[in-house]
């Protein structure tokens, strides 16, 4: 069985308390479901708060049609979606300005592993070797090539939800897909706090980060996996070699500040490239003044170039540098 | 202390008393799960039991573990899978610590009645959490050890009533 | 064929005595201590809904509503009034649904046959926004 986890909500403070901090005449919609994969929780709170979620939940739930439950599919199928140029559009700016590592025309090499499946597989040598030269290195597609949004999808989804939400008057709100997160507008008595998980230690936390409205990414080998011959292959493919990452990172969360345009797809993005590169490119990464990283590494070590970062005491982990 | 008495019995009347007993167990164990349906969650009454501790006491040992199976089979049968386990697993558990307490102390009927019936639900909760996988099952323990008290002494009174009929019907020279 | 049997010499059993009167009302406040416990527990911000010893979901306390999950078929789970309990299921006993509303931690509900349990997280945490897993 897929080593499925939903993510830790605990966004549900009591109804007492939402109704002061929001203010009088605003109300709280909370809403829950299964979307792109995970379990996903929102907040809403502000004028119209109940309309405001029924039209997210709206624009989620085309997003997940759109991007399917294991995030492959043929283009061929939905051959104007514009999610999908519109998605492809940004990954390849981003690519650009960052670097190579995420592709979204690798569909063929994530359905070969089959990791979103019930039944993972180690595929051949030959086979993996044969399903990367199919894969086009620039993230075009044709319309017989399978896309997997996975890397981005999420990040992607948040900033669908940035944009309704800018139209509306919402103070603030809390928009949680799992490892993908938008903490949107401002809370009336003080920051948002996001919990970060241990990735060694189920429902226990690395760490917590206090913030102003930001788009947050978490990417770790963690939470979905399938073990084969006693090795544990994580489900974030490297596209040079075809296999699983192997990377000396256990877990990164970036953070990028709200105002950013394509926010979440940037965080979603960089935070899965960052794992796949490792220590080694880290000192490049914390350079960066447009977003905060927060890295752990196999030895118990964290690196973190975020003010808001309080990292826990009985983690397991210690800064390094 | 105890003292045992060897004795020799047919084959056709052994067989005709261990019909009859599992024929009991069956019929106990209905109507238990009759009455649980009344009872707050899984709480039981451990009618059935009564027929291993008379067995232990008027028959052998070994014949006493074979209805224990033997029940286990007729719920599994009745019930399905992990309701079988479950019943396994308690009756191993009070067959064990009733068989001891009859065998080496003076203890009287209800203790080890009561004694016996704490086994069996030790013996279900623990199961249960092998199926489960998770310890979450325990918090049911305490309200399951009152209960299993309970029934300890409805059922050790019952016992002292019941078993020297079966010793009789097995031994009865017609 | 004969078979031999082995009887026991219980005439001097007794029904009960005092000692062991003692034994069994000992037994009995144990027990009934151990039963007070949970009363005392917080009140809990959210179940956390578990299939073996991973865990399924957590479901807040303070939304009325009805929730289904895959990995457990024929199971319904329904909120009110910031406790959770069974409302449908599939098992043949139905003693999950017996068990009514939990919502303190400590409190349990459990379904063996399905393989959920249900069980009780207090708020220490939640004053959390998101987790990011």
Redesign the interface.
Known sequence: MANFRFSRITAAVSALFMLTSCGKTDSIAENSDFLFDTYSHMIICGSNSEETMKALTQIHADLDASFKLCYTTEAIKLPNDEAYSDCTAITNELADKYGTGINIACGELTELWGISTTDPTVPTERDILETLTKIPDDNSYTETTMLDFGAVAKGYACDKAYELLTTTETDYATVSLGSSTLLYGEKPNGKFRAGVTNPDKENSYLGIIETDAAFISTSGGYERFFEADGKRYSHILDMETGYPVETDLTSVTVIVPAETADGGIMSDFLSTLIYIQGTAQLDKWLAYEEFEVIAADENGVVYSDCSGFILDENSGYSYGK | M??????????AR?VAVMGMLFAATAALNLIESILSAAL???MRVGLANIVIMAAI????LP?AALLVILKAAFVFLT?????GV?SLCGGAFAFVVTALL?RKT??????IS?LGS?AHTLGQLLA?RV????G??F?????L??SS?AAG?CT??VL?AVFPQI?RV??KKI | ??????????K??????KR?TI??VL??II??A??F??KLADRGGCAVI?C??EAVAEISLDKDGDYTFPEFEGMIFTVADGAISVTESSC??H??M???AISRS???I?C??N?A???IESKEQSDLDVVLK
């Open positions: 105890i003292g045992l008495k060897p004795e020799k019995v047919s084959a052994y707050p969650a899984g006491l008027s028959i052998n014949s019930r399905g899978f992990s309701a479950l009859f003076n203890s009287t009927y209800i203790l009561v704490i249960a199926i489960l996988g998770t979450a099952i918090a049911y323990a305490p309200i050890a009152v008290i002494v050790g009174i002292k010793e097995l031994k | 064929m004969k078979t031999v049997v082995t009887a026991m010499e219980n001097e059993r007794k029904v009960i005595n062991d034994i069994i037994i009995i027990a009934l151990c039963l416990i949970p578990k073996g010893d043949g006993d003693t999950c017996r068990t009514g400590g409190e349990v459990v063996v046959p393989k349990a249900v069980t």
